[in-house]
């Protein structure tokens, strides 16, 4: 696989950073600039730092995503720790295969959908902030489901989860809206974790422990449902 396009129309700056993390940035160089006003070099120089992480945490890089119609891509960066079958789960009916991508504070913390497709709900959780690289973090801890229907009457599940450092969920788009491959859905502030439910059928090829990329690693291929309409960009 070689052809790519571009998620999102490409950013106008070098350093692209989710609107979000203004206000935060706004503070620690505002806080930063009195510091050094004030003769205060030591704070300044603290106050410094924890601006470049501050902008290191909100970059959102622009991303392009593979062009084949039938690839799933990662909904976020980090490392899997979590790709098998589950028979149940609270977000789509019946069995499916699960992903899920833990997010550090070194990651790009911008979610990604999956594949193209309608948004058809938006569901939030309430829970605990437990550590989000643990399993129980799916079901315990806050969280925001985005749910889309996709070709062949199929239904995805991306579901944004809070973490220990991580208290701010936001999503980007809402139902009824059409998204596509590799488009910016949301952000989790301060790294978690994503967890996706894919159908049945899903030709898995993420695995425990790959470190991955939003809208441009491959996690895995749908294939085509008999007797359902052949997508035109198939065939370029």
Not at 89 to 113: A, E, L, Q, T, W
Not at 163 to 174: C, D, H, K, S, Y
């Amino acid at each position: 696989m070689d052809q790519y396009t571009w998620a999102d129309p490409p950013s106008r700056t070098a350093f692209p950073v989710a609107a979000p993390g203004y206000p935060f940035i706004y503070a620690a160089a505002f806080s930063t600039a009195v510091f050094a006003l004030l003769g205060m070099s030591i704070p300044a120089i603290a106050g410094l730092i924890v601006t470049v992480c501050i902008c290191l945490f909100f970059r959102d890089p622009d991303r392009v995503v593979p062009v084949d119609p039938a690839v799933l891509v990662a909904a976020a960066d980090g490392r899997v720790v979590a790709a098998a079958r589950v028979e149940a789960n609270p977000y789509v009916d019946g069995p499916c295969i699960k992903v899920g991508i833990f997010m550090s504070v070194f990651n790009v913390h911008v979610n990604r959908s999956p594949f193209a497709g309608e948004v058809v709900g938006i569901r939030h959780y309430p829970g605990k902030f437990l550590n989000a690289g643990k399993d129980a973090a799916s079901e315990k801890n806050e969280r925001s489901a985005t749910l889309l229907d996709i070709s062949g009457g199929r239904r995805i599940a991306v579901v944004q989860i809070a973490g220990l450092i991580a208290r701010r969920i936001i999503t980007w788009v809402n139902q009824g809206e059409t998204v596509s491959a590799g488009q910016r859905i949301g952000l989790i502030c301060f790294g978690s974790r994503v967890d996706l439910y894919l159908p049945e059928d899903t030709q898995l090829t993420a695995k425990v422990g790959e470190k991955v990329k939003a809208g441009y690693s491959v996690i895995g291929r749908l294939p085509a449902r008999k007797g359902s309409a052949p997508d035109p960009e198939a065939e370029v």
